[in-house]
Structure formats: C-alpha cells, structure tokens
C-alpha cells in the first residue's frame, strides 16, 4: 500500500486509480494479488539508470521496432533528413511513463503507440513542421505515458495508433519479434 501511495505522490497513477488498487489490495488473499497491483511500478531503489535511447536519421534515416525491444524512461529523434520512426506497439515497457524528446528536423519523426497508451504532448514546440497527434485519450490502467517534448522543426513530428497496414501485420503475427 505504501508503494501505491508513493506512486500516487510521485504522480505515476492518479487518485481514482490509487483508490481502486488500494481497495484491491486489502481484498487480496495472495501476495499474487498484492504483486498485480505494483507490476507497473518501478521497484523501490531501482532507478532506470540506462542511458537515453538516441534515434539520428542522418542521411537515410533511422527506426526502432516493430519487433521487441525494452523501452528506457528516455528517448532522443532527431529527424535529421532521412527521418526517423519509433513504433512501441510490441515493445517491453516497464515505465508508467516515458520521456520522449523529437526533434523534426528536415524530415520528420513519425512514433507509433498501441491503443489503449495515451500521450502528453504540452511540452512540444510544433515549429513550422507541426505537430499531428492522432491519439486517443483513453489510457488504460497500468500503461505507459509518453511525454512528449522537443520541437517539430521544419518536416513536423506525428504520434498516433498504429495505422491499418500496421495493424494487419500486428494481428496476422502477434508473436514477432
């Protein structure tokens, strides 16, 4: 309970869903239970302390996933002139929130997040590219926010839900990766 309420004051999970996990939690009779609760949480004393993950399109551009790989809490793309693409939709993500830093430069930075994950996008300066946000609101408990920050620069930067093609290839073979 105490970890619940600490990620509450830390701002990782709101006070409607502070109250409903710590209402489980005193109706819970195994610690499988209790575990449920805080898998989405970071464990006490154990920082993300890997370094950023930095994206540089350069000259032909750059990309990470769709297959599996484990999200750090920070990310860096920068466009640059070939562009660069982040698709989280098949990813190992075990932050309530992300910080994703895009920098559209010449070409663009295109990010893809499954359904159900849901953004903050306040800190972007859209630049004269913009910024096209085709997410949806609706977070579901217990999945990442991506914080997005940077700047659109000339090409602009789009985050959405993966597009049909993509969820075509999602659905005809969810075990990739």
């Given at each position: 309970?105490?970890?619940?309420?600490?990620?509450?004051a830390?701002?990782?999970?709101?006070?409607?869903?502070?109250?409903?996990r710590l209402?489980q939690?005193?109706?819970?009779?195994?610690?499988a239970?209790?575990?449920?609760?805080?898998?989405?949480?970071?464990?006490?004393?154990?920082?993300?302390?890997r370094?950023?993950?930095?994206?540089?399109?350069?000259?032909?551009?750059?990309?990470?996933?769709?297959?599996?790989?484990?999200?750090?809490?920070?990310?860096i793309?920068?466009?640059?002139?070939g562009?660069v693409?982040?698709d989280?939709?098949?990813?190992e993500?075990?932050?309530?929130?992300?910080?994703?830093?895009a920098?559209?430069?010449?070409s663009?930075?295109?990010?893809?997040?499954?359904d159900?994950w849901?953004t903050?996008?306040?800190?972007?300066?859209?630049?004269?590219?913009g910024?096209?946000?085709?997410?949806?609101?609706?977070?579901?408990?217990?999945?990442?926010?991506?914080?997005?920050?940077g700047?659109?620069?000339?090409?602009?930067?789009?985050?959405r839900?993966?597009?049909?093609?993509?969820?075509?290839?999602?659905?005809?073979?969810?075990?990739?990766?």
């Open positions: 309970m105490e970890r619940l309420r600490d990620a509450a830390e701002g990782r999970i709101d006070l409607d869903e502070l109250d409903s209402e939690a005193l109706k819970s009779k195994l610690l239970e209790l575990a449920v609760l805080t898998a989405d949480l970071p464990r006490p004393g154990s920082p993300d302390n370094p950023p993950l930095v994206l540089k399109g350069g000259m032909s551009g750059a990309s990470r996933g769709p297959g599996r790989w484990e999200v750090p809490g920070h990310v793309a920068h466009g640059g002139v562009g693409k982040i989280f939709t098949r990813v993500c075990h932050h309530t929130e992300v910080a994703v830093e920098y559209g430069e010449t663009g930075v295109t990010i893809v997040i499954p159900g849901a903050e996008t306040s800190g972007m300066d859209p630049g004269t590219g910024l096209t946000d085709e997410t949806t609101p609706d977070r579901l408990p217990g999945t990442p926010l991506i914080r997005l920050t700047s659109g620069g000339m090409a602009g930067v789009v985050i839900h993966p597009n049909h093609r993509e969820r075509r290839k999602l659905h005809s073979n969810p075990a990739q990766g």
